[in-house]
């Protein structure tokens, strides 16, 4: 059974202040690991897809990584528009998307 | 979200009541899912359909029922609501890898 754990549940920044989420995952036979952003009362919105150990992908202040066994999505400089749920979900063969529980970040300005 | 609609964007049932969520596509994408989201629960599959007349069950299809029977439409049914189906639900689309997500339907049942 493919599972996913994000951690940390929470995490609070200050602008500017650079941290990492991490997502761990097991699966059998990884196909993609996905990684959406989740703002308050809408639905989650794509973010990056991963799909071999040391890929890396980069979109503004956000980089995410791949290793066998987690992944990273590291945020440089956050500005507070950063601050919502970032979900990490995994797809093994032609099953559906299996998502962790989220992390929720808070940048403070 | 563009292209996925979902109706209603809210609704209170009682319980025991039956009710109706649509999904629909402005495209031509063969791949549907319904998700439940719960705090601290995250996003979990209810049913998905792989193509026009087809549907499969997900980790959580107890108490629903879906049809496919337009391409561009998947229901999502509510026989006899009950409490513990309180959530927000999500109806997603798949476009080579991605998922792309409607904007859901908040269910309340007391």
């Known amino acids: 059974e493919d599972q996913v754990t994000q951690s940390p549940e929470a995490l609070r920044l200050q602008e500017g202040e650079s941290s990492s989420l991490n997502c761990s995952y097991t699966?059998?036979?990884?196909?993609?690991l996905f990684w959406y952003r989740q703002d308050p009362g809408k639905g989650p919105e794509f973010l990056f897809t991963?799909?071999?150990a040391g890929e890396e992908k980069e979109k503004e202040r956000l980089k995410a990584t791949l290793t066998k066994k987690e992944s990273f999505l590291h945020i440089t400089a956050p500005k507070p528009e950063d601050s919502a749920t970032y979900l990490c979900?995994?797809?093994?063969?032609?099953?559906?998307?299996?998502f962790g529980k989220g992390t929720r970040l808070s940048v403070i300005a | 979200n563009a292209g996925v609609t979902q109706t209603p964007k809210f609704r209170v049932l009682k319980t025991g009541q039956s009710m109706t969520l649509l999904c629909a596509q402005d495209?031509?994408?063969?791949?549907m899912y319904w998700y439940r989201q719960d705090p601290g629960m995250g996003l979990r599959l209810i049913h998905y359909?792989?193509?026009?007349?087809?549907?499969a069950k997900g980790e959580v299809p107890d108490g629903y029922n879906v049809s496919r029977l337009k391409k561009q439409n998947f229901l999502l049914g509510l026989e006899s609501a009950a409490p513990s189906q309180t959530s927000v639900y999500f109806c997603?689309?798949?476009?080579?890898?991605?998922?792309?997500f409607g904007s859901g339907t908040r269910l309340t049942v007391v």
């Open positions: 699966v059998s036979g990884l196909r993609g």
């Open positions: 495209m031509n994408h063969e791949y």
């Open positions: 979900a995994v797809r093994s063969g032609n099953t559906p998307l299996v």
């Open positions: 991963l799909y071999s």
């Open positions: 997603a689309i798949k476009d080579l890898d991605i998922y792309t």
């Open positions: 359909s792989v193509g026009e007349g087809t549907t």
